[in-house]
């Protein structure tokens, strides 16, 4: 079965850009969809099929894909972005949704 | 506006089963699929399955495949999720999460607030 696969950390300061990266062997069949958690909180869609911002998303959010890897990348990142993040996809063939081990953002 | 709101918190004994509610608005209930997702304390997010709104069609993740039921009251909008068999590592907040699609899983759109499971004797 399939698996992603993510950074445990991320580190940035404020105003710099921050990349998450997702990595997997069903990345190049499927997109790649990622989400914010913060603490207590239900998770939030912050990026669908690779690189679609749902509205409401700030334009700093933006995503890429590159073979068996999928990017977050968050531009002139703010404190309020720090958060958990998870990538998502899809083992079609099992009609399964897969989840990464998730990023913790730290804006220093 | 698209709402999910799931039922309260719940304390269980190890072996006792727990159902939880996920009462949705806002959009056409029967028309996508609803999924539901599991965090352990301080850990991520585990995908348990899904159920196809309109059909009732279920799929679920081979780890929970003997303990789990998934059911949905399309009259009452509202889409269930019982486990049976609870251990101690069950012990999780549970999430209800809308799909914009009903045939084959894509991603969560909408999530509802998540319930606390615990599983304590």
């Known amino acids: 079965s399939y698996e992603l696969t993510q950074p445990p950390s991320v580190s940035v300061s404020p105003g710099q850009t921050a990349r998450i990266t997702c990595s997997g062997d069903?990345?190049?069949?499927?997109?790649g969809y990622w989400y914010q958690q913060k603490p207590g909180q239900a998770p939030i869609l912050v990026m669908f099929?690779?690189?679609q911002r749902p509205s409401g998303i700030p334009e700093r959010f933006s995503g890429s894909s590159s073979g068996t890897t999928v990017t977050l990348t968050i531009s002139g990142v703010q404190a309020e972005d720090e958060a958990d993040y998870f990538c998502?996809?899809?083992?079609?063939?099992?009609?399964?949704?897969?989840f990464g081990g998730g990023t913790k953002l730290t804006v220093l | 506006q698209v709402q999910l709101v799931q039922s309260g918190a719940e304390v269980k004994k190890p072996g006792a089963s727990v159902k939880i509610s996920c009462k949705t608005s806002?959009?056409?209930?029967?028309?996508?699929?609803i999924h539901w997702v599991r965090q352990a304390p301080g850990q991520g997010l585990e995908w348990m399955g899904w159920?196809?709104?309109?059909?009732?069609?279920?799929k679920y993740s081979q780890r929970f495949q003997d303990r789990v039921t998934f059911t949905r009251d399309a009259s009452a909008t509202t889409a269930y999720m019982e486990l049976s068999g609870l251990r101690s590592d069950d012990t999780a907040v549970y999430f209800c999460?809308?799909?914009?699609?009903?045939?084959?899983?894509?991603?969560?759109?909408?999530w509802g607030q998540g319930t606390l499971v615990t599983v304590s004797s």
């Open positions: 999460a809308k799909d914009p699609h009903n045939n084959r899983p894509y991603y969560l759109d909408y």
């Open positions: 806002g959009f056409s209930f029967s028309a996508y699929a």
């Open positions: 159920i196809n709104t309109g059909n009732g069609n279920t």
């Open positions: 069903a990345l190049p069949k499927q997109y």
């Open positions: 099929k690779d690189k």
């Open positions: 998502q996809s899809v083992d079609i063939s099992a009609s399964s949704v897969l």
